[in-house]
């Protein structure tokens, strides 16, 4: 039983940590291909219009996550038409989300550039990839809706597959429309929606073949189903939130304190983390299926294994990531094409920074555990200190208090206060045992 419950874990969190991990690489593709192919300006500016896509990012992986949540506790419990009920409703949310998201991106670009911070020298650079990126956002969005679905309907080596395959055909495409094509930071964004929109094609074929429990279908929507998804995927969509977020604080401060220097040396940086949080999001999303069906079966040692399970990997994986990152800073600068000047000054900032994301890591898969058992309020509770209320507060005061360098151990400080919150909450939660519904 134990070495069925590690081979489960196996089997699930490490294709999801590499899957999170590969489609990060778009973002960091296009980092690479748009510093080398276009300039430290435009890499500068896709970093500006990152908070939106990232914003985007979170509210499809609140619909998703939301919807997969009660679906894998749906399928722990044996109503399977009852999980093809919600599947089918979290998917027409998914398409009614990201139409408006698409509206709003190509229809007010110049707006939402502006409202970022984009100044004379990085505005048009944003405008081009923020309007490319908003035409596919609506295949984007499925796709990876699809693929969390499909993780749950035991296929996370077809996930695994379809992120390899599109991650391969965004290489390709950044490397033809930035060099050949001379595109542009327009060129990557393209290269971007086209390869999530073949990922998009390729998991189709899985439904048009009816392999496994989940059916496209007519359905009655029910608007209390509705608002059942937004619940349970409230917790980690509030959690996508917090790299958008600090990302949108640290830049505000770092244009007010140190000017482009420190706007093109976080460009860096926080590639760099969103590459991490990618990995951490990855072995809580893993873990999901394992913690709702054993919650929905109402198996508290299987439960209590994977959780302890998580934690491990979360503290192991952030500990080598951290680690990597710090030895390989400049390596990295020289990746993304970053000029001398940048790259020293992201020498000296990035280990003040990386020391945080051991704690985050712990942080996301706390919050994972507790959305993933009906524990949703309390989940919610503990992303909004984490993402929107804690962390702006230190980036922002820090800096006051301490100085222009304390901004870079913003992460460290807001994580560790979170981490101590959640231990206490999450203590009192459980004091009488796991409590099932």
Known sequence: MYNAKVRNVIRYVFPAIFSNVCFFLFTIVDAIF??????????????????????????????????????????????IEGANRVFRHGMVFQLCASF???????????????????NETFHQLAVEYLFWYSLFIIPSALSIG????????????????????????????????????????????IATGI???????????????KRGNLRF??????????????????????????????????????IQRIGDLGVNAFSVISYIASFSMAAFFGASEGLQPLFGQSYGAKNEKDLKFYFKAGLSISAVGSAVITVLAILLGKQICGLFGADATTTEYVAAALPQFAVGFIITAVNVMISAYLYSTERSALSTSISILRSLIINSAVILILPHMFGNGAIWFSLLVYEAIVLVIAAILLRRSERNGIQFQ
């Not at 408006?100 to 984009?118: H, N, P, Q, S």
């Not at 050949?180 to 990557?188: D, F, H, I, S, V």
């Not at 390869?195 to 439904?207: A, D, E």
Request: glycine share 12%.
């Open 217 to 254: 279908g007519k359905t009655k929507l029910n608007a209390g189903l509705f608002r059942d998804i937004i619940v349970h995927g409230l917790p980690e969509g509030i959690s996508q939130l917090a790299t958008p977020v600090m990302t949108l604080c640290m830049n505000f401060v770092l």
């Open 34 to 79: 748009v510093g080398r192919g276009v300039g430290t300006n435009a890499l500068g500016a896709i970093n500006l219009v990152s908070p939106v896509i990232m914003a985007v990012g979170a509210v499809n992986m609140l619909i998703s996550i939301g919807g997969v949540s009660i679906y894998a506790v749906r399928v722990g419990q044996g109503d």
């Open 146 to 189: 699809l693929q969390n679905y499909c993780r749950n309907d035991d296929a996370p080596g077809l996930v695994s597959m379809v992120v390899i395959v599109t991650t391969v055909c965004n290489i390709f495409g950044d490397w033809f429309l930035i060099y050949p094509m001379a595109m542009g930071t327009k060129g990557a964004a």
């Open 100 to 118: 408006v998201f698409t509206l709003a991106g190509t229809l007010f670009v110049e707006r939402i550039c502006a409202l970022l911070g984009a």
């Open 195 to 209: 390869s999530q929109t073949i990922g998009l094609l390729i998991i189709l074929v899985r439904f048009a073949r």
